[in-house]
């Protein structure tokens, strides 16, 4: 019998009904291929942020948005956001055999952990990823654009640019493998402080520096070591979108940042 990790925060930090949320979804996505540039090219790795979808579900959806081209032809994805209740040392796979949302239940990808699962930098933590949001509301994205596909889920805590980036590179694959980074930006600041904070940020992560501080990304682990990963690969960084909380659904006295990237092959790695 199957082992599954069950939703933690639907109806919460998105609607919990298979209709509404799926109509939800779809919304952001039409309403962001209105908004972004024609003819980006397909990302081979994506950053996105992981508020609730009232707050940061638009930037979301300029990164998701360009998937849809490639509904038939991603087959995986590697997904990577930090832990935010339970401590984790190195990467932690989730100990299951699926996924379950709203939109149903995604298999994770048994020959990917097989292939990472002995690496020193790897655990296996259940209990850090049952009521982890930053993995959690991608799926309904995921779900949205993508046809079948298969699930690497990794719950980032204490861990190096080095020891993330060797992950990224062993599950590298081709098209067929698609990486999601799930981050924030700062937090808690007042409005234009955070603007200011955030600019500088995204310059960082456009300039390949995987130097980012948790105060500058809440998934600066993760997003380093895909930074660096993607040096690697000579891959080129694109922002889709910024915004704050204050931008969208709360106030401008404390806000958090949100910005969504986009990684695309240059033909060169």
């Not at 003819?39 to 994506?46: F, H, M, T, V």
């Not at 699930?151 to 599950?171: F, I, K, M, R, Y």
């Not at 998934?219 to 704050?244: E, S």
Request: proline share 6%.
């Amino acid at each position: 019998m199957s082992t599954v990790r069950h939703p933690a925060v639907a109806g919460a930090f998105y609607l919990a009904q298979q209709q509404p949320l799926a109509n939800a979804v779809q919304t952001l996505l039409e309403q962001a291929r209105t908004k972004s540039e024609a003819g980006r090219l397909p990302p081979k790795a994506i950053i996105v942020p992981h508020a609730g979808y009232v707050y940061s579900g638009a930037v979301a959806a300029s990164a998701y948005a360009l998937l849809t081209t490639e509904r038939d032809r991603i087959k995986r994805v590697v997904l990577l956001g930090p832990v935010h209740r339970v401590a984790v040392t190195g990467l932690a796979l989730p100990g299951v055999d699926e996924f379950a949302t709203p939109l149903g239940n995604i298999p994770v990808d048994t020959a990917a952990v097989t292939a990472i699962e002995n690496m020193p930098q790897v655990v296996v933590n259940t209990a850090a990823h049952a009521p982890e949001h930053s993995l959690e509301v991608q799926l309904p994205f995921l779900q949205s654009v993508l046809g079948k596909f298969k699930l690497l889920p990794l719950a980032v805590g204490d861990a190096s640019s080095e020891d993330v980036a060797q992950v990224l590179n062993e599950l590298w694959g081709g098209e067929e493998t698609l990486i999601v980074i799930s981050s924030d930006l700062s937090h808690f600041h007042p409005y234009n402080t955070a603007q200011a904070l955030d600019t500088q940020t995204a310059q960082e992560i456009l300039n390949l520096q995987n130097t980012l501080s948790h105060e500058q990304a809440c998934g600066g682990t993760p997003v380093n070591g895909l930074l660096l990963a993607a040096r690697q690969h000579h891959l080129q960084p694109h922002l889709l979108d910024q915004c704050n909380s204050g931008d969208t659904a709360g106030d401008k006295h404390r806000v958090v940042g949100y910005a969504a990237f986009s990684f695309t092959e240059t033909g060169h790695g």
